[in-house]
């Protein structure tokens, strides 16, 4: 069976210090990767999504970016973390389209302070 | 552009009342999925539905698709304190999913 896994668990990061986040998706092949963003108590925001190596397209412009060096594995990252960052970070797989049924990993809670 | 709503935001019910989410579309939707995201978790993949008029039961659960494949509903029968959390809609736009902003669920002992 496919499991989804994100670390860490939870982040406090000062302002201006760099991040990343990690997912890796176990127990299939080419998934499509996503990662969104859920302020406290808001919905869901989409920031990335990714349908393969190296192939990352970006909904919201901002100071986050991220990559897909594996298959199965996807980062998010930034070089200057602001207060608004601060959130849920979510990542996501789905497997025959980007349309499709969305798996979702624990999160990342992030707080800048 | 193509938005999904869901009404209302939030709905306190006390235990053992009904409970009703509605999610609706300004585009017709190939498919509706909902989701479920209990508080401090993650978004859990509930349900989808394809077909004009669909309905379908996970025991007191009942998911409607519209007619016109524009709306969607979520009905809780006689809720359950395990039924507290955040319940989105999720309908397909262009090469993604767009969420609805939840109805969040509070039971009231």
């Known amino acids: 069976s496919q499991t989804i896994h994100q670390w860490p668990a939870t982040l406090v990061q000062p302002v201006g210090s760099p991040l990343s986040l990690e997912c890796t998706v176990e127990g299939t092949s080419n998934p499509n990767l996503y990662w969104y963003r859920q302020a406290a108590g808001r919905g869901l925001q989409l920031l990335f999504y990714?349908?393969?190596?190296?192939?990352i397209s970006s909904e919201v412009p901002q100071n986050l970016s991220a990559s897909r060096p594996q298959d199965r594995q996807f980062i998010l990252s930034s070089k200057k973390l602001l207060l608004s960052d601060s959130g849920f970070y979510l990542c996501a797989w789905s497997l025959t389209g980007t349309t499709d049924t969305q798996y979702f990993g624990p999160g990342t809670r992030l707080t800048v302070l | 552009g193509q938005q999904v709503m869901q009404i209302p935001q939030y709905q306190h019910v006390q235990e053992g009342e009904d409970f009703t989410t509605y999610c609706n579309s300004s585009t017709t939707l190939s498919n509706i999925q909902w989701y479920k995201q209990r508080p401090g978790g993650h978004p859990v993949f509930l349900i989808q539905?394809?077909?004009?008029?669909e309905v379908k039961k996970q025991k007191r659960l009942t998911f409607q698709f519209g007619e016109a494949k524009k709306n969607s509903s979520l009905h809780i029968t006689a809720t359950q304190t395990t039924d507290v959390g955040t319940y989105f809609c999720a309908g397909p736009k262009l090469d993604k999913i767009i969420f609805g902003k939840g109805t969040r669920l509070h039971i009231l002992p």
């Open positions: 539905l394809v077909k004009s008029g």
């Open positions: 990714s349908v393969g190596i190296g192939q």
